[in-house]
């Protein structure tokens, strides 16, 4: 399993590569809020010295392995996008829950 920091880094740009192509109104607005959040988070995170041995750590690590896949499936299939939206807005959450326990 790849780390938070190596799979975060490919999230935003996958994000901005699908609010780029979405024609979807809504749908690239709420890419965008998330793409606000998820970058917020990293910076966060960033800050702070983060124990790989916990489970939110796994749970975040896992979270962001699965909406990069949303979001490369979505970028070939707009049909896709709300499930990647799904995805990400799952991983924000882990990554906030891993922000907290973050020393």
Same mark, same amino acid.
């Not at 939110?56 to 962001?64: D, I, M, N, V």
């Given at each position: 399993?790849? /780390?938070?920091?190596?799979? $975060?880094?490919? /999230?935003?740009?996958?994000?901005?590569? +699908? $609010? =780029?192509?979405? #024609?979807?109104?809504?749908?690239?607005? !709420?890419? !965008?809020?998330?793409?606000? &959040?998820?970058?917020? #988070?990293?910076?966060? +995170?960033?800050?702070?010295?983060?124990?790989?041995?916990?489970? &939110?750590?796994?749970?975040? /690590?896992?979270? +962001? =392995?699965?909406?990069? @896949?949303?979001? !490369?499936? *979505? !970028?070939?299939?707009?049909?896709?996008?709300?499930? @990647? $939206?799904? #995805?990400?807005? #799952? *991983?924000? =959450?882990?990554?906030?829950?891993? *922000?907290?326990?973050?020393?």
């Amino acid at each position: 399993m790849a /780390t938070v920091g190596a799979n $975060i880094s490919k /999230t935003l740009p996958l994000l901005t590569d +699908l $609010i =780029e192509k979405t #024609k979807d109104k809504d749908e690239k607005a !709420r890419l !965008r809020a998330l793409h606000k &959040e998820m970058a917020a #988070k990293l910076k966060e +995170l960033v800050d702070k010295n983060v124990d790989k041995a916990t489970q &939110e750590y796994e749970k975040a /690590t896992a979270a +962001l =392995e699965d909406a990069n @896949a949303a979001l !490369r499936a *979505a !970028r070939e299939d707009l049909a896709k996008t709300a499930k @990647a $939206i799904e #995805k990400v807005a #799952k *991983a924000a =959450e882990w990554l906030g829950k891993l *922000a907290k326990l973050a020393a």
